[in-house]
Every structure is written in structure tokens, then in C-alpha cells.
């Protein structure tokens, strides 16, 4: 009777035990509600890890998480193959089907559509490197993406080609999978880290539905305006083509006589020759061209403007000849691969009064190539 009495003890406690390590798709009950967003507060490996010979990692989150939810979201650069998920409480245990190699820098991504029972979401995109070897590759590429209104590109996903001699001169990247990719935070900055010293052709996605690849015809996307960036690059600028807004007013005209106006000016800093500034708002888009002074400065200026908010903007045109104001920016070619033309922006938008100028709207362009 003893006996029985403490297998039936031992099988509920067994029973317990499992119902504890077990993941559920319901979120937990009872308790004043919790806020803060999901994240990753432990790992193992460590970030950065060297040496690493375990086909187990770790991760340890704020929040329940699911498996699905995990599964959905969680990338390895390069593929480590298959593996099995387990998932209890907060804790998220993988095992790998097969070692890692050796000398190798794995880069492990959670992207930002991760969430938690509760519907909450990382804050930004959650992405850690270890390295099956002694060294860990630490180059880093970053920048910015905005839309076609200079406004952040919130849903931007980056991809990275790179470049190598089986892949030189194929401008089709349409047909490659990406060696790395990254999404942008909110305000649409991004950073490519861990990357290994090289160059690479890189483009950004408006991810309208967050399946991290780009859907042509449906998504918008932006090229750079250098043709091979290099490991290292920072300060990069995506703008995403779209269509472009009819004006209310021609390009460069100037507002009626009896309307009391106002006007911008401001310098340009780049290497091109010749610079199209635009100045775009309710009261319509203006334009105009300016070039190098003798003193090697690209002075502009707009007058006449009606009073109101503005976005100004400029871009360098190819060629070397003076170009017509109203020559649209280019936004370049996939296939075949062109560079974008480089553009730059005020980062603010900017107030135009009546009888005022309003000074020193400067605007700064990365031309390299």
C-alpha cells in the first residue's frame, strides 16, 4: 500500500513537472499588467563568444514567449540547418542538428515581429554574433532609409549582397539570396554589424508585409547611391522610389503677386558640380539649380516662397552638364544595377514667413562611388 501510495505521489509530481516545462499559446492569468517591451535578457552563448563548440543555446526573455512566435522570427547568418525548439516560462533552448563549423562567425537575429503572449514586440530588432573560432568578425555598414516624403521608413528591411569573384559584374540581385539583412528601428536608422571586411551591394525594402524579402511590384525599394559599399560605411541614405506627388505648383514657379512671400536659402556641401534643391509643402514644389562658386561654394536660394512648411531637399544629377531644374531625382536600377543618385535632406522641416528669409538651410550629400 506504501508502495502505491508513493508511485501515485512520484507520477502527479512527474505530471507537475511536465505541465511546467510545456509552452501554451494562452497567456498567463491574474497580475496588474506589464508594459514594458519584450526583450532578450540573458543568453548562451554570450554575445561575442569566442570559441564556442556547444550545439545548445540559450535565450532568456523578459516575457512568455511562444514557440511559434520564435520560430517565426528567429534567423541564423549563415543557415546552421535544422533544429529542435523548446520552449518553458521565459526560456528558449535550441538544439542544433548538426556542430557548428569551426572558424566561423554565426550571427543570430530575433527581428522586430517577435511577440510575446501580450501582444508586446521588441523594441528593436534583437541580433547577437559568436564565433566558433578565436576572432569575430566586427565591420559594421549603417545608415538611414526615408520614404519619398523624407519621412522614416518605418517597415525598412536591408539587404546585403556581397561582393566576391563568382558574383562580380551580376547586377541581377533580384535572383541572389541576401548574405546579410537587417531591419530598421522606427526612425528607419539600421546597422549591418559583424560583417566580414569586403564590399557589398546593398538594398532597402519598404516591408509592407513583413515576410522580409522584397515582393516587386508591391514594395517599394531604394538603392545607394555608391555602387559597392565597403565594410566600415556609415552615414548611407536609402530613399524609397514611389510616385512622385503632383505639384501643386510647376516646378520653380513663383507664387502669385499679391500673395506676401517669403524665402530659403542655405549652402550645399558635396562634390558634384551641380545640385537640383527642392522645397516641397502644402503650397506646393519649387525647385532650383545651383552650382559651385569660384570660392568652391554651392550657395541657393529660394525667394518668393508663399509662407508655410517646407521639406527641402537636393540631389546631385549625372553628367557634368548645367541640368534643368525640373529634372527628377533618379532613383536607380536593380536590373541592371545603377546607383541611385545621391540625395540629401534638412532633417527638419522648415518655416517659411512672410517678408523673411529664413537662413542657413544646409544640406550635406555623400557623392562616392
Not at 517565426?72 to 557548428?100: C, M, Q, W
Not at 536590373?335 to 541611385?340: D, E, G, K, T, V
Request: with cysteine; hydrophobic share 35%.
Amino acid at each position: 500500500m506504501q508502495s502505491t501510495s508513493r508511485t501515485m505521489h512520484v507520477f502527479l509530481l512527474l505530471l507537475l513537472w511536465l505541465a511546467g516545462g510545456c509552452a501554451s499559446d494562452r497567456p498567463p492569468s491574474g497580475g496588474a499588467a506589464d508594459t514594458t517591451p519584450l526583450q532578450v535578457i540573458l543568453s548562451d552563448p554570450e554575445p561575442s563568444a569566442l570559441h564556442v563548440a556547444t550545439n545548445t543555446i540559450r535565450l532568456t526573455f523578459n516575457h512568455d514567449v511562444t514557440a511559434r512566435q520564435v520560430i517565426k522570427a528567429l534567423h541564423f547568418t549563415p543557415s546552421v540547418g535544422g533544429y529542435d525548439i523548446t520552449i518553458g516560462e521565459k526560456n528558449t533552448v535550441l538544439r542544433l542538428d548538426r556542430p557548428l563549423q569551426k572558424n566561423q562567425t554565426w550571427i543570430l537575429t530575433l527581428d522586430k515581429n517577435l511577440r510575446d503572449y501580450r501582444g508586446r514586440t521588441l523594441a528593436a530588432p534583437f541580433t547577437m554574433a559568436f564565433s566558433t573560432g578565436a576572432v569575430i568578425n566586427s565591420k559594421t555598414i549603417s545608415g538611414t532609409v526615408i520614404n519619398r516624403d523624407c519621412s522614416p521608413a518605418t517597415n525598412a528591411l536591408l539587404l546585403a549582397f556581397a561582393e566576391r569573384p563568382e558574383t562580380a559584374g551580376n547586377g541581377n540581385l533580384l535572383t541572389r539570396e541576401p548574405d546579410f539583412f537587417i531591419q530598421a528601428d522606427a526612425s528607419g536608422v539600421f546597422s549591418f554589424r559583424y560583417l566580414p571586411a569586403g564590399s557589398y551591394r546593398i538594398i532597402a525594402v519598404n516591408d509592407r508585409n513583413n515576410d522580409l524579402r522584397y515582393n516587386a511590384g508591391m514594395e517599394e525599394i531604394a538603392l545607394s547611391s555608391m555602387n559597392l559599399v565597403p565594410a566600415g560605411t556609415s552615414d548611407l541614405l536609402f530613399r524609397l522610389s514611389g510616385r512622385e506627388r503632383a505639384s501643386q505648383s510647376p516646378p520653380g514657379s513663383k507664387a502669385p503677386a499679391t500673395t506676401e512671400t517669403g524665402s530659403i536659402s542655405g549652402t550645399c556641401v558635396t562634390s558634384g558640380q551641380y545640385v537640383i534643391i527642392e522645397a516641397s509643402g502644402s503650397a506646393g514644389s519649387y525647385r532650383t539649380t545651383a552650382s559651385r562658386d569660384r570660392k568652391g561654394t554651392i550657395h541657393y536660394t529660394f525667394t518668393e516662397l508663399p509662407p508655410g512648411s517646407y521639406i527641402v531637399s537636393a540631389h546631385v544629377p549625372y553628367g557634368n552638364k548645367k541640368p534643368d531644374p525640373k529634372q527628377q531625382w533618379n532613383p536607380g536600377s536593380i536590373n541592371p544595377f545603377q546607383p541611385a543618385e545621391p540625395f540629401g535632406f534638412y532633417p527638419e522641416k522648415v518655416t517659411v514667413r512672410a517678408r523673411w528669409t529664413t537662413r542657413n538651410i544646409d544640406i550635406t550629400i555623400k557623392t562616392s562611388r
